[in-house]
């Protein structure tokens, strides 16, 4: 991707964040237009944290955020239009059913019903939701919750996705198809940011990898360029994550 | 020490969930809040021994034995009481069976399940019996101070009693189960645990309107009819009553009468808990199917869409609607009054405002946790692009919406008869439901819907809030509705506990 021409979709700039300590410490980030960014970090490195800033669940004590050109901070609204939020705990209505879910969430976003409605169709059928699209999602699996979640979030073709371990607790099939959504929103343009823990996702799907630790970016760029800031350039994203990770605890 | 899986050992275990449950009940998890709690609760014992010192120390040296007036009105009284402590128990049955916390642990152990449900009801029993005796004892208390440790009796029949509602909630529980299975159970046993708390204070009440035009219970239970149709004075019938009176032969009896019932139904059902418990379990993951043919998306604006879902997931949810039913169901009395005021033409619906403001307030109280606080999906709200307060507007909206819904027909037929009347009285219903509103605005937390349950002890300032904001309301509209220019006072005092309210809010706006 020839990032000099490409559109920024995502700009943080200072972005500081401080509970008990700080958890996100004076970052800057840059992700750019119809990229597939990872987040990658150890447990409390602040990568929810800097993502829930992003999608307005909190606000930072200092910095900017930035999201396809709308200042995230001061027309939080506009932002959200154009972004979708999915976090590793999906947390939908029990006694909705999928399609009155995607309804609702496309009623928030002010969607066209008829183009809400084929979008749902369509995403029911991508994730494999059709059998369940009209039971209450009370007694579905974490799986399927996800899914639910994960199609709530698409419904209004947002332009920058973020989700939180989106793979955490899904068995290898669903775990593919949501792979494979994700593929298909980048291919057609969309940008996601991704956190996980699973560093082989990073590795096969990520554009870009960012590493995270203490609440500020350490390392970030392709695969190659990041072997090249360690010196491993034969090892896996796990190695040159753990010598990044350990740096950073030396150098703190 | 007692064997590991023996009877002792799990009624120990059982004892110790209970404790722990309730401390955490009444201090909201906070260990600092704990000795706010014990404060509050013996400012609340004193003020009940007060109560009850005003209520029942004429009774106290009085000959009651052979009055077949005062039989009527203890034995009335006792089944009032065993009315709510049924309700009450069917409450605590249906949740010890869809509540599946600790089930795979027990049936996946060597100990005998049936043993272990055993303990279970019993600790249903214990909780019943200890409501029943600490609502009871300043009453008994008072009696027994004033009048001699023969009222101490009363004891062993309140105990009786909830031990006797324990085993008629886990026999109804049962026999719904095998009639209508376990997946339509919850929301029946619900309602009827909420019609059969409700039906024995509104059948009377109904009976005093009919008789006397009046919502008192008590008017019915002493009216001649009552006496001409009691049992004669030395019936069977009265033994509790006579028990409650220092007959220490019927107290016997009764609490002989109480241990037995629980003992045969544990017997009976210890082996079938279980069965019904696994069967419980497997609702959460059985299937609802909604709306077979689906309709098409609609036209929505994001706080019409929010209003809906509101109303949608209120009317899903089977411990709502019975909650929600419960209150209601107190409004027919009310309800009926105004009807044969209408017939009557005379001012009893003096009496009749107030008490439909105060459940207007209450209810909406309830609504107001529920949309509020009650989010299931706050993460896909708070991202959603519209502003705080638009969301905030909406959801006051559906319960203000709610609310209006429920009480439109009673404010209606009250502006047929009077005009000011009923417009006195929808100003209170909007103004008691407003202020219960901003109440739970002013204290909203983040919690799930299902923890409804809870929500009186995540803040007491807003629960007494709630319920004095409710009465002063109430006390407004029943005297401005009279005429009278005292309406002033209750107003100020329902404005000042709003005021106090907001000064007190950790949430910011």
Excluded at chain 2, 16 to 44: P, Y
């Amino acid at each position: 991707m020839n990032q000099r021409h490409t559109p920024v979709a995502l700009a943080l700039r200072g972005v500081s964040k401080c509970f008990d300590r700080p958890a996100v410490d004076a970052l800057d980030l840059t992700v750019y237009g119809g990229e597939f960014y990872a987040l990658v970090g150890p447990n409390g490195a602040g990568k929810t944290t800097t993502l829930r800033m992003v999608v307005g669940l909190l606000r930072p004590d200092a910095g900017s955020i930035c999201i396809e050109g709308i200042d995230a901070l001061s027309d939080p609204v506009a932002a959200k239009q154009v972004t979708a939020w999915l976090s590793d705990e999906p947390m939908i209505y029990d006694k909705l059913t999928p399609y009155e879910y995607l309804e609702f969430v496309a009623g928030l976003w002010r969607i066209e019903p008829t183009v809400a409605e084929a979008r749902a169709r369509e995403l029911i059928g991508w994730l494999g939701l059709e059998p369940h699209a009209h039971e209450r999602c009370e007694g579905f699996s974490k799986g399927m919750r996800q899914k639910v979640a994960l199609a709530g979030a698409l419904v209004h073709d947002p332009k920058l996705i973020i989700l939180d371990e989106p793979l955490t607790g899904l068995d290898a099939g669903t775990a593919r198809q949501v792979k494979n959504v994700l593929r298909e929103r980048v291919r057609a343009g969309g940008t996601v940011i991704m956190t996980t823990h699973i560093l082989e996702v990073a590795e096969r799907m990520a554009d870009r990898i960012g590493v995270i630790a203490g609440g500020r970016l350490i390392a970030e760029g392709t695969l190659e360029e990041l072997h090249r800031q360690t010196g491993k350039a034969a090892a896996s994203l796990e190695d040159t994550f753990l010598t990044l990770v350990a740096d950073q605890v030396v150098a703190a | 020490m007692s064997q590991p899986a023996s009877l002792t050992w799990l009624a120990g275990h059982e004892f110790r969930l209970g404790w722990r449950d309730w401390v955490a009940l009444m201090t909201a998890g906070g260990r600092a809040r704990a000795r706010n709690a014990a404060i509050a609760l013996i400012a609340f014992a004193a003020f009940m021994h007060v109560f009850a010192y005003w209520t029942v120390a004429r009774f106290a040296d009085a000959n009651l034995a052979s009055d077949a007036a005062a039989l009527v009105g203890i034995t009335g009284t006792l089944l009032l009481s065993l009315s709510l402590l049924l309700s009450q128990a069917m409450e605590s049955v249906t949740r010890a069976f869809y509540a599946r916390s600790d089930l795979d642990l027990i049936l996946s152990s060597p100990a005998s399940a049936p043993r272990v449900f055993a303990v279970r009801m019993g600790r249903i029993a214990a909780a019943a019996v200890a409501v029943a005796v600490l609502l009871a004892s300043p009453f008994i208390n008072v009696l027994a101070v004033l009048g001699g440790a023969r009222w101490f009796a009363a004891y062993g029949v309140v105990a009786a009693m909830g031990t006797v509602a324990t085993a008629a909630a886990l026999a109804l529980t049962i026999v719904l189960f095998r009639t209508i299975g376990a997946k339509r159970t919850r929301l029946i046993a619900q309602v009827v645990a909420a019609v059969i708390g409700a039906a024995f204070v509104i059948g009377l009440q109904i009976a005093a309107i009919f008789s006397a035009g009046s919502l008192s219970r008590y008017v019915a239970l002493q009216s001649e009819w009552m006496l001409a149709h009691a049992p004669d004075t030395s019936s069977a019938f009265w033994w509790p009553a006579r028990a409650v009176l220092g007959d220490y032969a019927a107290l016997a009896a009764v609490v002989a009468f109480g241990i037995g019932t629980l003992a045969l139904s544990i017997a009976l059902f210890s082996r079938r808990f279980g069965e019904h418990a696994v069967a419980a379990a497997g609702v959460s993951s059985t299937i609802v199917r909604q709306r077979r043919w689906f309709l098409g998306f609609r036209r929505r604006s994001p706080s019409r869409a929010l209003r809906q879902k509101e109303w949608t997931l209120l009317l899903r949810d089977p411990w709502l609607i019975s909650q929600t039913l419960m209150q209601i169901l107190y409004l027919l009395p009310p309800a009926l009054l105004l009807w044969v005021t209408f017939q009557k033409s005379n001012d009893s619906y003096l009496v009749l405002i107030p008490v439909v403001v105060m459940a207007a307030g209450q209810l909406a109280g309830g609504l107001a946790w529920l949309s509020i606080s009650g989010e299931d999906a706050p993460d896909l709200v708070a991202t959603a692009p519209i502003t705080a307060r638009r969301i905030l507007a909406a959801k006051i909206e559906a319960v203000i919406g709610m609310i209006a819904l429920i009480f439109a027909p009673i404010v209606g037929v009250l502006v047929l008869d009077e005009v000011f009347a009923g417009f006195v009285c929808g100003l209170g219903i909007l103004s008691a439901a407003a202020a219960a509103t901003m109440i739970q605005l002013c204290f909203r937390v983040q919690a799930r819907r299902s923890q409804f349950r809870r929500r009186q002890t995540s803040s007491r300032i807003a629960t007494f809030a709630e319920a004095f904001s409710s009465i002063a309301w109430a006390s407004t509209s029943a005297l401005a509705a009279a005429g009278a220019w005292h309406a002033l006072g209750p107003a100020v005092i329902a404005f000042g506990i709003l005021g106090g309210v907001w000064l007190m809010r950790p949430s910011r706006f």
